[in-house]
């Protein structure tokens, strides 16, 4: 079974600096595709970004990137220029790409990211 | 831009009772989920349904829960008999194919069993 481990529960950034938050999987699967979530307070969850496990090349969105290090299975996610609105819970998350694949998204148990100005 | 969207906000319900969470997924998608929330914890996946049947349910998903998709546009989760334990924030969510697309989620609902 895919099992998704967020080892930092919380975390916190001064505005405009950077931050790391860490993310790492399990699984016997080749394909899949891996996601970090925004849940601000509002509790609406939200897709910061989406990396595809054949491509070697890491996802960049903005100032969102991650660092996916698929032997190691990691998947990183740095936020540049941290804003006040970046302030929320982050989740890692993974979908197999498997033949029996229904789409169900495994996540993680999620990071608290305080952005303090 | 398409949104998914979920009634009610907030359902109190006493213990037994049976309670149906309503979301309205995106026009043209064609898999529905259903995850929980429980307080400060992680997000779980309930059930998958595609096709008009269920294509994956967990654990959590016993026979208290069920899902329909009656009338083509609304999805449904309904619980029978409520537990102190159902108290959480359920999400539905929506995507138009199985994995690599974004899955678009609700608001959520929260349910408080009392």
């Known amino acids: 079974a895919q099992t998704v481990t967020q080892s930092q529960p919380e975390m916190s950034v001064q505005e405009a600096e950077t931050v790391t938050l860490s993310c790492t999987y399990d699984?016997?699967?080749?394909?899949?595709?891996l996601f970090w979530y925004k849940q601000p307070p509002s509790r609406q969850m939200i897709l910061v970004i989406r990396?595809?496990?054949?491509?070697?090349q890491n996802a960049t969105e903005n100032r969102f990137s991650v660092n996916f290090q698929k032997a190691a299975k990691s998947f990183s996610l740095k936020i540049s220029d941290s804003q006040l609105g970046d302030t929320a819970m982050y989740f890692c998350?993974?979908?197999?790409?498997?033949?029996?694949?229904?789409?169900?998204?495994?996540f993680g148990q999620g990071t608290t990211l305080q952005v303090k100005p | 831009e398409p949104e998914v969207t979920q009634t009610p906000s907030h359902q109190v319900t006493q213990m037994g009772q049976e309670v149906i969470l309503r979301c309205v997924p995106i026009?043209?998608?064609?898999?529905f989920y259903w995850y929980r929330q429980i307080l400060g914890q992680k997000v779980e996946f309930l059930v998958s349904?595609?096709?008009?049947?269920?294509?994956?349910k967990s654990e959590i998903f016993d026979d208290q829960f069920s899902v329909e998709r009656p009338d083509g546009s609304n999805f449904t989760l309904k619980i029978r008999s409520t537990k102190l334990e159902d108290s959480a924030m359920y999400f539905c969510?929506?995507?138009?194919?199985?994995?690599?697309?974004?899955?678009?989620f609700g608001p959520g609902t929260r349910l408080t069993v009392l």
């Open positions: 969510a929506s995507t138009l194919a199985a994995s690599y697309n974004e899955q678009f």
């Open positions: 699984t016997s699967e080749n394909n899949y595709y």
């Open positions: 990396q595809e496990a054949y491509k070697q």
């Open positions: 998350a993974f979908i197999s790409h498997g033949s029996s694949n229904t789409g169900k998204l495994i």
């Open positions: 026009s043209n998608h064609l898999y």
């Open positions: 349904f595609y096709n008009n049947e269920i294509s994956e």
